[in-house]
């Protein structure tokens, strides 16, 4: 680790930046801990996590709220509480970001790398999705790991979603991409009749149904979820107009109309809640 009395020496940003980095690297470090948790730093560590955030505090540049942070995250750092610990490094780290002009986006917070078990999640059989067209990586992510939040059985992406794998969306999803069962497939051409999506009852999550209070959620069946600028195709919508039909969110804005992912959550929970009280 870099001495302090170095550090000051650079320029306010560049310094910023490397204070930063060491500051993300340690609550990193703390995620991964297995238990160890606290003991995984030096004494050294927590000196300079101290004097560090004594220092922040002392920049004329910061606002009177910064300093406030950086000066009680000193106090922190000097005893044994983990998560006031956690809390302290994160918000050390957020404000610095901010200060140094680097943007924040869901898949830069720390957070599970993926090692999530399935044997823990309850899954809800019968309950599968189709993503068509989702062009979003984050919007992916951010809609499987709502999946495995809500006991989504399987995931079926059509040939045009973002790929899964893609880095922005493997960030979002939080390892969820490794737990949700998926594939990807066109489930509404003229080929494939012989999956078992074909055989169940299909709704779409779209304007002009159903409202989602009054929507009758079923034990089985496959919600489609459409493209974030043209909603579900004809063909996806003509199933599930044959089938049961669409739910639709209420809006009372007057923009009227929601990201794909907050939809998708939305009418997720509510149908879970659906399987849970009905089915269960």
């Not at 000193?74 to 998560?83: C, P, R, V």
């Not at 610095?96 to 790398?113: H, P, R, V």
């Not at 669409?246 to 998708?264: D, H, M, Q, W």
Request: neutral net charge; glycine residues 6%; contains cysteine.
């Amino acid at each position: 680790m870099i001495p302090l009395y170095k550090l000051e020496k650079l320029p306010r940003t560049q310094k910023l930046r490397k204070i930063a980095k060491i500051f993300t690297f340690a609550e990193n470090r703390l995620f991964t801990a297995a238990g160890k948790e606290l003991e995984i730093f030096t004494n050294a560590e927590i000196v300079f996590f101290t004097d560090a955030a004594r220092q922040l505090a002392k920049d004329v540049l910061f606002s009177q709220d910064a300093k406030n942070v950086f000066n009680e995250a000193a106090d922190i750092f000097q005893k044994s509480d983990l998560n006031l610990f956690k809390r302290a490094l994160n918000n050390i780290k957020h404000i610095l970001l901010n200060e140094t002009g680097k943007d924040q986006a869901d898949w830069d917070f720390t957070g599970s790398d993926g090692q999530l078990d399935p044997q823990k999640r309850q899954i809800f059989k019968g309950m599968r999705v189709y993503l068509e067209d989702i062009r979003s990586p984050f919007n992916v992510g951010a809609m499987f790991r709502t999946a495995e939040s809500f006991g989504v059985e399987k995931l079926i992406l059509s040939p045009f979603c973002a790929d899964p794998r893609h880095r922005r969306a493997e960030r979002t999803a939080m390892g969820c991409i490794d737990v949700v069962p998926w594939e990807r497939r066109d489930l509404f051409s003229a080929q494939d009749t012989s999956s078992p999506e074909e055989q169940l009852p299909v709704f779409a999550l779209e304007t002009g149904g159903t409202p989602i209070t009054e929507f009758s959620f079923p034990k089985y069946g496959l919600m489609i979820a459409g493209s974030e600028e043209l909603g579900v195709s004809p063909r996806a919508l003509a199933a599930a107009d044959a089938s049961l039909g669409r739910v639709s969110i209420p809006c009372y804005g007057t923009k009227a109309s929601l990201n794909v992912s907050v939809a998708f959550g939305i009418a997720l929970q509510s149908w879970a809640d659906a399987y849970t009280r009905m089915y269960i």
